[in-house]
């Protein structure tokens, strides 16, 4: 089973800051047929269900603001807010969905300094 | 633009046994894998197993395998949930979740999600 470890467990950043969590995969999670990374990162605010924001790594769902960012490739991936907003606080998931079980990070919780 | 609706709110005791249903709306998830994800008060996600309907193939977390059942029913959009010989650590708020692309587009982030339901085990 392919274990996801993010870091760090919590952050506090200052509106207008940069924010970068990082994750990382036990295997790769590049399938070698196609060059993607089977790697999603979702946003969880209290009481809501997880809302997806990028996949394959990179790709930004559509509606997801474009300071936020996804980065890295095979077992290391990172995820960026450019310029932490008030509504960016929340907790952050990433998810592999290159084999099953699928399996979440831990969670980073933000929050603003 | 689908939806995932479930069910609502259960209190069970330890022992018994809950069903929980995921039913869409404004659409379908015949071709598409829906999985079911739970959360622990306070904790993160922790995947339980997917289906995809239009097989009926069904994965599970080998943690849960032997007590967990997800089935489904095309006649009314549902996917279904069924966890047995519950326990005070089952206690969490349970999501189905849709993936993005048809299973003939291969596997997908989850882009759909339920609105949650909380599932209480206590005596």
């Known amino acids: 089973d392919i274990v996801m470890t993010q870091s760090p467990d919590s952050l506090a950043v200052s509106l207008g800051e940069r924010a970068t969590i990082n994750c990382k995969s036990s295997?790769?999670?590049?399938?070698?047929?196609?060059?993607?990374?089977?790697l999603a990162w979702y946003q969880q605010k209290p009481g809501q269900p997880p809302n997806l924001l990028f996949y394959?790594?990179?790709i930004r769902e559509s509606g997801v603001p474009d300071r936020f960012s996804g980065s890295g490739s095979g077992t290391d991936f990172n995820l960026t807010i450019s310029s932490l907003q008030a509504e960016d606080v929340a907790a952050y998931f990433c998810?592999?969905?290159?084999?099953?079980?699928?399996?979440f990070g831990q969670g980073t919780k933000l929050e603003i300094k | 633009q689908v939806q995932l609706v479930q069910s609502g709110a259960e209190v069970k005791k330890p022992g018994s046994s809950v069903k929980v249903s995921c039913k869409a709306s404004?659409?379908?998830?015949?071709?598409?894998?829906v999985s079911w994800v739970r959360q622990a008060p306070g904790q993160g996600l922790e995947w339980m197993g997917g289906?995809?309907?239009?097989?009926?193939?069904?994965n599970y977390v080998q943690k849960l395998q032997g007590r967990v059942t997800i089935t489904t029913d095309e006649s009314t959009s549902a996917v279904y949930m069924e966890l047995s010989s519950l326990r005070s650590d089952d206690t969490a708020m349970y999501y189905c979740?849709?993936?993005?692309?048809?299973?003939?587009?291969?596997?997908?982030?989850?882009?759909?999600w339920g609105q949650g339901t909380v599932v209480t085990v206590s005596s």
């Open positions: 979740a849709r993936e993005r692309s048809m299973i003939t587009m291969g596997k997908d982030a989850f882009d759909i």
């Open positions: 404004g659409g379908t998830f015949i071709n598409y894998t």
């Open positions: 289906i995809i309907p239009i097989f009926r193939i069904v």
């Open positions: 295997q790769n999670v590049l399938h070698s047929s196609n060059n993607k990374n089977y």
């Open positions: 394959w790594a990179s």
């Open positions: 998810q592999q969905y290159y084999s099953t079980p699928r399996s």
